[in-house]
Structure formats: structure tokens, C-alpha cells
């Protein structure tokens, strides 16, 4: 359950054909980045996040906007790497600079999709307890067989 509500921004997508160090094996290289807004959205014109200071707990998976679907049987040698960063901790409404609280070991995971058994995409998972609304910057990488890809998010 999350008090707060999450709202995915993705980056251009990196898709890429990469040979491995010590074999001629060639691995698939997609590279998902964007940004997490939690609890708000910025403004469009001050670029800042309101100011909404209150416990919320955190606890969402969500599926990359910019998803690749892949097939289960191919991705038992599959390796994810997830890089996630502090963008804005907006000020609060008395003035002062708004308190985080804690995003604790966020996740990127292969979960089923909704409506087809026999494929996965990468899931986010964020959970924690905030105080002001919070935007985290995300980039996940996926190196699998290039046999694993059956398609792309719709945009």
C-alpha cells in the first residue's frame, strides 16, 4: 500500500548488442533511465515540488513505462544492475528544507506481465516512509541473451 502517489518519467531508452569480456557470447544491453517523482510532480514552470509535508509510507512496483518484454526460458543467466539517486527534497511551507525520510533498497526485478504468461518486463520497486515529496533519478541496466527480447513497451 502507498500513501503516496509515484509517477515515472523515463529517458530515451539505450538498447544495445555488447560481446562479452571473456567469450564471443554477444549479450543484449538495454540501459532504462528516468525519473521518479513521489508524492508530487513538479512544477512545470519552477521545475520545484509543493511542498506537501506528511508521513507517507512508500511501497510500489511499477512496471518501466519503456519496458522490454522478455521471455522467462532465456533469462536464467540475465544480470540487472540498478542505479537510483536523490533529485529534489522540495522546501517545506515554513521554510525549511523538507526531510526524507528513507527510500530504502530500491529494486529493479523481472515481473510477469498482467495479461501474457510467457513474458516478463522490469519492474521499479521503491519502498519506504517519506515526510516531503521526493524525486529520485533511476537508470537500470539489463544485459541478457539477444534471444530473450520478444518486444518493446508500447510508447
Known amino acids: 500500500m502507498t500513501d503516496a502517489s509515484i509517477h515515472l518519467v523515463a529517458q530515451p531508452r539505450l538498447d544495445t548488442l555488447v560481446t562479452e569480456f571473456h567469450a564471443d557470447a554477444q549479450r543484449l544491453r538495454t ?26 509510507v512508500v511501497d510500489s512496483q511499477l512496471f518501466l513505462p519503456d519496458t522490454h518484454w522478455y521471455t522467462v526460458r532465456e533469462l536464467d543467466d540475465a544480470e540487472i544492475q540498478i542505479a537510483v539517486g ?42 519506504g516512509q517519506i515526510w516531503s515529496n521526493v524525486g529520485l533519478s533511476y537508470r537500470i541496466t539489463v544485459l541478457c541473451r539477444p534471444e530473450a527480447f520478444i518486444s518493446s513497451a508500447p510508447a
Open 31 to 56: 540501459d532504462f533511465a528516468g525519473t521518479a517523482w513521489i508524492g508530487d510532480i513538479p512544477d512545470p514552470v519552477s521545475g520545484m515540488m509543493g511542498p506537501n509535508y506528511q508521513r507517507r
Open 86 to 127: 536523490l533529485l529534489q527534497v522540495p522546501g517545506t511551507k515554513q521554510g525549511s528544507q523538507g526531510l526524507v525520510g528513507a527510500i530504502a533498497d530500491p529494486r529493479a526485478d523481472f515481473f510477469e506481465h498482467p495479461e501474457h504468461e510467457d513474458r516478463v518486463g522490469i519492474c521499479l520497486t521503491l519502498r
